[in-house]
């Protein structure tokens, strides 16, 4: 009788399969006590950077409430970490040394959960500084750093429920392709409250209030997305700052506030952007400014009102590539819109205030300021419904 011999088989068998190891957790508290093996529930680090030390590649790090002021290396790709107690009861602050608070220079990190973040306070220089790709910072609050709240310069990168407030510079200095931002908020900062630049940037659900400079300043390659952020009260400190400037080709910016910001409330000077359902009201200088340097595809079912300058202020060469629908423009301290150019331009169903409209030659304060060259069809005979959040 023949005898097979299975071992061997199955221990190569066994050997060829990829071996896969579960992430872990480790743990610190204020109450622990740093070792080359601490982390565990019974024995936490006293301190995050030992607990870095301490973590493989994709483990969680899990911290207690308290103060740890510690600059802090994230060099494990993958890592995670968050708070029991959140943002305001987890504080990472500076011990006089180094120039980041937070420094991640690897792919992948998750820094902060959602009701599970923490507050990095009062840094020399960056509060969170990012390079690498694929990180995630969830209800994070960046506050009263030197220099910028948040600076990234890597690529799918999202912010999700984060704060930058009274930092040296920027509150969100991002810069990379496919960036996220949502339910953000940038107040006080000493520069801009969100400056964006790279590829296919997505703005949603955030506020800029109270910045030195302007509130969103977005310098993107193409093909950044705006919907219902507010823009209040930026520029004060170093006027003119804009609510909104968007340097961009390709910009959506849909259901957005501008109001009382010591610039324009939009500006934009890229090409073939779209502005639908936005508000601009109270702004020191005109309510939407399309520049000469680029060209608005589309200005439809906008609200401009109360604004010092034009509600709208029309500048590009192709003043008959625009489609001018269904907007709102009154109370403005200048014209309604004023048409800058050479080119004609149609308006459709637009509400001047008063119907019907007046018109004026030259920038001289008339609903529709112009030399000829605006024409306008069917006005409206009472105002269009906008309904946007963020309006104070």
Same mark, same amino acid.
């Given at each position: 009788?023949?005898?097979?011999?299975?071992?061997?088989?199955?221990?190569?068998?066994?050997?060829?399969? !990829?071996?896969?190891?579960?992430?872990? /957790?480790?743990?610190?508290?204020?109450?622990? #006590?740093?070792?080359?093996?601490?982390?565990?529930?019974?024995?936490?680090?006293?301190?995050? $950077?030992? #607990?870095?030390?301490? #973590?493989?590649?994709?483990?969680?790090?899990?911290?207690?409430?308290?103060?740890?002021?510690? !600059?802090?290396?994230?060099?494990?790709? $993958?890592?995670?970490?968050?708070?029991?107690?959140?943002?305001?009861?987890?504080?990472?602050? /500076?011990?006089?040394?180094?120039?980041?608070?937070?420094?991640?220079?690897?792919?992948?990190?998750?820094?902060?959960?959602?009701?599970?973040?923490?507050?990095?306070?009062?840094?020399?220089?960056?509060?969170?500084?990012?390079?690498?790709?694929?990180?995630?910072?969830?209800?994070?609050?960046?506050?009263?750093?030197?220099?910028?709240?948040?600076?990234?310069?890597? =690529?799918?990168?999202?912010?999700?429920?984060?704060?930058?407030?009274?930092?040296?510079?920027?509150?969100?200095?991002?810069? %990379?392709?496919?960036?996220?931002?949502?339910?953000?908020?940038?107040?006080?900062?000493?520069?801009?409250?969100?400056?964006?630049?790279?590829?296919?940037?997505?703005?949603?659900?955030?506020?800029?209030?109270?910045?030195?400079?302007?509130?969103?300043?977005?310098?993107?390659?193409?093909?950044?997305?705006?919907?219902?952020?507010?823009?209040?009260?930026?520029?004060?400190?170093?006027?003119? %700052?804009?609510?909104?400037?968007?340097?961009?080709?390709?910009?959506?910016?849909?259901?957005?506030? #501008?109001?009382?910001?010591?610039?324009?409330?939009?500006?934009?000077?890229?090409?073939?952007?779209?502005?639908?359902?936005?508000?601009?009201?109270?702004?020191?200088? =005109?309510?939407?400014?399309?520049?000469?340097?680029?060209?608005?595809?589309?200005?439809?079912?906008?609200?401009?009102?109360?604004?010092?300058?034009? $509600?709208?202020?029309?500048?590009?060469?192709?003043?008959?590539?625009?489609?001018?629908?269904?907007?709102?423009?009154?109370?403005?301290?200048?014209?309604?819109?004023?048409?800058?150019?050479?080119?004609?331009?149609?308006?459709?169903? /637009?509400?001047w205030g008063q119907d019907p409209p007046t018109t004026t030659a030259g920038a001289t304060g008339a609903d529709v300021c112009d030399n000829g060259n605006t024409t306008l069809t069917d006005p409206a005979?009472?105002?269009?419904?906008?309904?946007?959040?963020?309006?104070?």
């Amino acid at each position: 009788m023949r005898i097979f011999r299975l071992v061997p088989i199955v221990a190569l068998m066994l050997t060829a399969l !990829p071996l896969t190891v579960a992430a872990g /957790t480790l743990n610190v508290r204020t109450w622990g #006590a740093d070792s080359g093996t601490c982390g565990d529930k019974d024995d936490p680090c006293l301190t995050i $950077g030992q #607990a870095i030390v301490n #973590a493989a590649p994709k483990d969680k790090i899990v911290v207690g409430p308290g103060t740890y002021p510690e !600059p802090l290396v994230i060099d494990k790709a $993958g890592l995670k970490l968050e708070s029991t107690a959140g943002a305001r009861a987890t504080i990472i602050t /500076t011990d006089g040394s180094g120039d980041d608070l937070v420094y991640i220079g690897v792919n992948d990190v998750k820094l902060g959960k959602k009701k599970k973040g923490f507050t990095v306070l009062g840094g020399m220089g960056r509060g969170v500084h990012i390079e690498g790709n694929g990180c995630e910072c969830d209800s994070i609050r960046a506050i009263d750093n030197g220099s910028d709240g948040f600076v990234l310069n890597a =690529d799918r990168a999202s912010f999700d429920n984060c704060e930058g407030r009274d930092n040296g510079s920027d509150g969100f200095d991002l810069s %990379g392709d496919n960036v996220t931002v949502e339910d953000c908020v940038s107040t006080g900062n000493d520069d801009d409250g969100f400056a964006l630049s790279g590829n296919n940037c997505t703005v949603e659900g955030s506020l800029a209030t109270d910045n030195s400079v302007t509130g969103f300043n977005d310098s993107c390659d193409a093909g950044s997305e705006y919907k219902e952020n507010a823009a209040w009260r930026n520029g004060i400190e170093r006027p003119p %700052g804009h609510g909104f400037r968007y340097g961009s080709d390709n910009v959506e910016v849909t259901k957005n506030v #501008a109001g009382d910001n010591e610039g324009h409330g939009f500006l934009f000077e890229g090409n073939d952007a779209e502005a639908k359902s936005n508000v601009a009201r109270g702004n020191a200088l =005109d309510g939407f400014f399309e520049s000469s340097m680029g060209a608005v595809v589309s200005f439809e079912k906008n609200t401009a009102a109360e604004n010092l300058g034009s $509600g709208f202020m029309v500048k590009t060469a192709d003043a008959g590539g625009i489609e001018f629908k269904k907007n709102n423009t009154y109370a403005n301290s200048d014209c309604g819109l004023l048409n800058d150019t050479s080119g004609t331009l149609t308006t459709d169903g /637009t509400w001047w205030g008063q119907d019907p409209p007046t018109t004026t030659a030259g920038a001289t304060g008339a609903d529709v300021c112009d030399n000829g060259n605006t024409t306008l069809t069917d006005p409206a005979s009472k105002e269009g419904s906008i309904k946007v959040k963020g309006e104070l």
